[in-house]
Every structure is written in structure tokens, then in C-alpha cells.
């Protein structure tokens, strides 16, 4: 029985300044006439038309962490032992030493432009909610884990086990607060022209700025870039049930062989990138390109967006595309997005077959190997804090987040690899060469050959395409036009036809993808939305091969010190494969080679003395 409590955090600041100095055209040219002045004979006039200086605001992250366990080995017989435990976790949210944190909620009112969406702020105060976060945590977070050892027969032995863990809340890439946004809580010093031609200030005066505090505006995110929203199901922890089952046998020869299934579900992982409340609807793109009208009124917007919920919820006056109007939250600008933080919205599931035959020490040789065939499945590539496109090209569409269902891009198929060492039988104390004499055996005797191969199959695709316009969903992808379930590699193609020096003209006659499968949208109708996965299971690269051989001997020159001698020879074959493909439908290129792995042979030796 134990407790175990943890305490992460992270303090950050951005280095304020350098300040900035802005010199336009306009100070030194006629008013009403664009193509007259030059802001660089502004800036030899000293007439400064704006300028900042940043101020930062330090801030700290902390995340603590409860946990109580109890663990037993119930020893049930001489061959069957159970391994039985129990923990608990309350990892509550992320707060900030000083509760500066700002949220996007969804749920408030905007006071000024009287539509839902407001910012809120943590903290006690004028203007704060008078809580460190936004949304309730979860308390029941219990792992249990059960595994047995069962010695079948003297040889034979079953084991298996069965866990969930939950994923810690640490301050990965947090930047003090989620995303670096300070909004709310970062005061600016900025000096702007007063009127349009006019210099704010002479660069022989002097920089006039002052600090001006931030102010907790419940609107702010209809003017400032990139508000945060905590995600309201953010208390719930992500988790990953694992389990496995092996039958090891031992087999003559001083080996074991070891056959199991390995199984692993993660479910409710951080996937920020993946929650895009603000992302339009599919059914907007029937209004085409009156997407991208400009309108300064809700009088001024087409009656064909208004009766698809348009609306205008900017200050009046100001001109906004017709697509901002049809976003959920039409205030946030269109320049804008709101990052997402807390959203428990990644899974993955792994299954595997792995069969493994291991040699001990004997007659001077040893070995492991393994095969692995396996896939793994999920919709996020990390599970990473503010990920800064980590998690790219995703999701296709927020309401149907099924469609980022896919084969992983560190999904391989069969995987082996193999590790060993043989003892070369020649020299003294070995089979051949035990009376050899004493330069004979310093040149020939008491090597050891090492080994080590690594072999997998190749790599799922990503299939880019032309992005739709006037629509600010993440991505688009191609459509597969596939019915008959053919291979989606050319049957034409060769690797030996490669040409390095080839690869920026476009030969469709070379293709390593069969492009009459694969149509980029903006071929079909410039707002098209294509059906492809986000990585291809049945269109992966070429897989890879790799071989280290070593060479090693052993003297004792006198008792107490042994040098070692060692010639490596990393991916002793020179093996290389082609490891790049253009892989978007809308480039001429597409399906060619790009290029080729940057692998190539190393040799190296090394002498280490040990006294």
C-alpha cells in the first residue's frame, strides 16, 4: 500500500524587445495619392508612423498529481503466481501560479456583441470568474492490474496480464499558459500615427510610448488573434488499457521460444488540434464563391447565407467576408482561430502477434530475434500540450471526427529484428588454436563477430490536395476512386528507373502511384471535400533493411587492464531505398520519386582500455 504525490510545473517568459519601428510611404507622400512617398525616406526623416515594444508577462504552470496503490503476489501454488494491484489517480487541470488564464466559452454571452462566446478569465477579481480553472475535474480514475505466471510443464509456461494507466497531466510544451496566449493579462506599449500621413513621433524626440495594463475585455477575441477555449470535458484523463498473453517454451540448445499477443486501446488522449468549435459546416459550401463577398452589415448579407444562419456580429462598419458570418462564433475574426486545450478527443489501438527465439551463452554463440506483425490505428500522431502541428492535416471535419480514423504513420506491418554475437573459434582456449603461439594468436585468435538487422515494411501515405477556399477547415484531402479494391502502387513501375537528376519533371510514365485512382478535388468543383483517409493503408513506401556487423577482440596485456579493440561497420550492405514521394494530387509531380533515404555506410574503429 502506498501514496505517491507529484508536482510538475513550468515557468516561462518571452526576452521582451527589441522595440519596433515602423516608416510608411504615407509620411512622405501627397495625401489621396497611393503610388507618391517612400518609407524609406521616411525613416531617413526620422518621421515614425508606429511602433511597439514588447512586455511580457512571466508566467508558471502547475500540475499536481494524488495517487493511492495497493499491489499484492499471491504466490496460489508452485506453478501458478498472480500479480493483483489497485490505483487511484486525481490529476486535476493545469492552473497558473497566479490564475492568469483565459478561456473561450462557448456558453456565455459577448456583452457587446450580444452573441454566444465571450472570454472568460480564472481568478479572484473585477472581471474574473473567481475559480483557478473553468471546468469540474474527474475523481474516478481507478486502474486496476492483474497479470499470472502459470509453469504449464518444466518447460512450459503461460503468461498474461491486463492493465489500465492513466495518461499524466504534465506541462508539455505548455509555455507557462496553454498555448503561450497571455490574452487578458499582457500589457502592450504601442505608439500609432494619429492621423493618417502623420508621424506618430520624431525619431529625435524619442520613444513616447507608455505601458498600457491589459484589460480582461469579455470581447477580446473579436480583435486579438488565437483565444484559447478549454475544452468543458477537459476533467476527464486520458487512459490506455493494456494487455498480453505468451506461451514460452524451452527448447534444446539453450533456447526459448516465446509466442505472444500484445494488445493495447488509449482512449481519451489530448488532441487539441482536433477541436475546431469555430470550423464551418459542410452545408455552406453550396454557397460557393459567395463565400468570399465582403459585407459590412447584416442587411448586406446574400439571402442564401442568411438562410443558412449567417450572421453579421462584428462592430458596425466593419468588413467581414460572407464565410466569417456562417462560422459558429462569427465575431472571432477570419484572420483568427480558436485553439483548443483539454479536448480528451485521440484514441489509438495496437494489436500484435510477436514471436520471439532467444539464445543464451553456449558453444560461443548467442541471439535474440523478433517478428512482429502488427497495426496500429488512431486519429493523433501526439498526445503533445500546444502541439504546433504535430497533429497536422487534421480533422477533415470537426463534425464527423470518424473520418481521421487510420492506419498510423508509424504503422508497420512485419517488423524483424535480430541481435548476436558468435565467440570465432580460433585461438587459445578455443576449438581451434589452443597452442598457437603468442604473436599468432594476438592478430588471429579470440575474435567476436556482432550482428545486428533491423527489417520493416514500409510506411503508410498522406495524400495532400487542393485546400478549398473560403472555408476554414483544416485540411482537404483527395478523392480514391476504388472500387474494385486494386493495388494503389503503378504495376508499371521500377525502381531501377530512378533518376536523381529527374525528379523535378513530370513523367507520369513513371509513377510509383497508380494516379488514375487518385483525383484532387478542385478538378471535380473548387469547394469539393475529397473521401481519402488520412494516411492510406494500401498505398505505403518501400520498406527498409538495415545490417551492422562489428568486429571485436579482448587483450590482457597484464593482470588489472584489458583493451578492447573494435571495427564497426554501420549498414554494412550500403543499402538505400527511395524514401520520398510527391503525395499531393494537385502537384504535377504527383505519385514520382523525390528522393532517396540518406542512409549510407559507416565504418569506424575504436581501442578503449579498462585498468
Known sequence: IGFDYRWNGLNARNDAGPGRFNF?????????????????????????????????????????????????????????????????????????????????????????????????????????????????????????????????????????????????????????????????????????????????????????????????????????????????????????????????RELPGQMVLDIGYIGSKSTGLLANELRRPHQMRYESLALGDTLGQWIDSQAAIPAAAVALGARYASLPGTWVPVSQTLQPFPQIPNWSAIYSWNSPLGFSTYHALTIQLNKRMSHGLQFLSNYTFSKNIGNISSAFGDTWGQNWGRPMDYYNLALEKSVLEFDRTHVVKIGGSYDLPFGRGRRFGTNWSTPLNFFVGGWQIMYIGNYSSGAPMNLGATGTPNFNAATNRPFIVNPDGKPMTNPNFRASDFDMTDISTPRPNKTYIDTSLVIDPAKIDRYARGNAPRMVSQLRGFPSYFEDVSLLKNFVPREGVRVQFRAEFLNVLNRHRISDFTTNAASPLFGQVSGVSDDRRVIQFGLRADF
Open 24 to 248: 510608411s510611404s504615407g509620411v512622405t507622400g501627397l495625401p489621396g495619392f497611393n503610388q507618391t512617398g517612400h518609407g524609406f525616406a521616411s525613416m531617413l526623416l526620422g518621421e515614425v508612423s508606429s511602433a511597439s515594444v514588447p512586455v511580457d508577462v512571466p508566467v508558471g504552470s502547475q500540475f499536481p498529481m494524488y495517487s493511492w496503490f495497493i499491489q499484492d503476489d499471491w504466490k496460489v501454488s508452485s506453478r501458478l503466481t498472480l500479480n493483483l494491484g489497485l490505483r487511484w489517480d486525481y490529476q486535476p487541470q493545469g492552473t497558473e501560479k497566479y490564475d492568469r488564464l483565459s478561456n473561450f466559452n462557448p456558453f456565455i454571452m459577448d456583452p457587446v456583441l450580444n452573441v454566444l462566446g465571450a472570454m472568460e478569465y480564472a481568478g479572484k477579481g473585477e472581471g474574473r470568474n473567481g475559480k483557478r480553472m473553468f471546468y469540474p475535474n474527474q475523481h474516478n480514475d481507478f486502474g486496476p492490474r492483474v497479470g499470472f505466471a502459470w509453469q504449464v510443464t518444466d518447460r512450459t509456461t503461460l503468461r498474461g496480464g491486463y492493465g489500465i494507466f492513466y495518461s499524466p497531466r504534465m506541462p508539455n510544451g505548455w509555455s507557462g499558459v496553454p498555448w503561450g496566449q497571455k490574452m487578458g493579462f499582457a500589457p502592450t506599449n504601442t505608439v500609432n500615427e494619429p492621423a493618417p500621413n502623420t508621424a506618430a513621433f520624431r525619431w529625435d524626440d524619442g520613444y513616447p510610448g507608455v505601458v498600457e495594463p491589459a484589460k480582461l475585455d469579455p470581447s477580446a477575441a473579436s480583435y486579438l488573434w488565437g483565444p484559447v477555449s478549454w475544452d468543458p470535458d477537459g476533467g476527464r484523463v486520458g487512459y490506455t488499457q493494456q494487455w498480453n498473453f505468451n506461451i514460452q
